[in-house]
């Protein structure tokens, strides 16, 4: 049996005295994910071939995060973090910051 948990904010919007409520569903943003992840990888000057290599994924796949056209499974991305020697609490902290201030 499976448990499926929806998260659904209500946002009330205040325009001329009127009320209006807006309902979305907050998303992770894969440009951000990638860019954190792209950052970190320059920072220590490591070539996307050395990355993939050391977290044991495609590097056509790494390219793919970085660029934001795929969002990694948590393992994948506790590899890339395992690889880089950066917690992995350390860089969803900067990808909420980064969506918090997008937002």
């Known amino acids: 049996m499976s448990t499926y948990v929806f998260i659904i904010i209500i946002q009330n919007i205040y325009t001329n005295n009127e009320v209006i409520s807006v309902m979305f569903i907050p998303m992770l943003d894969s ?3 990638g860019q954190v992840i792209a950052e970190y990888r320059k ?3 490591i070539s996307q071939e050395v990355l993939s290599g050391l977290s044991d994924i495609g590097r056509t796949h790494l390219s793919a995060i970085e660029r934001g056209e795929r969002k990694p499974t948590l393992e994948t991305l506790y590899r890339i973090c ?3 020697n950066v917690p992995m ?8 910051k980064r969506i ?3 937002n």
Request: glycine share 0%; with cysteine.
């Open 31 to 33: 440009k951000t994910v």
């Open 43 to 45: 920072k220590k000057n």
């Open 82 to 84: 395992c690889a880089l």
């Open 89 to 96: 609490s350390q860089v969803m902290a900067e990808i909420e």
């Open 100 to 102: 918090s201030n997008q």
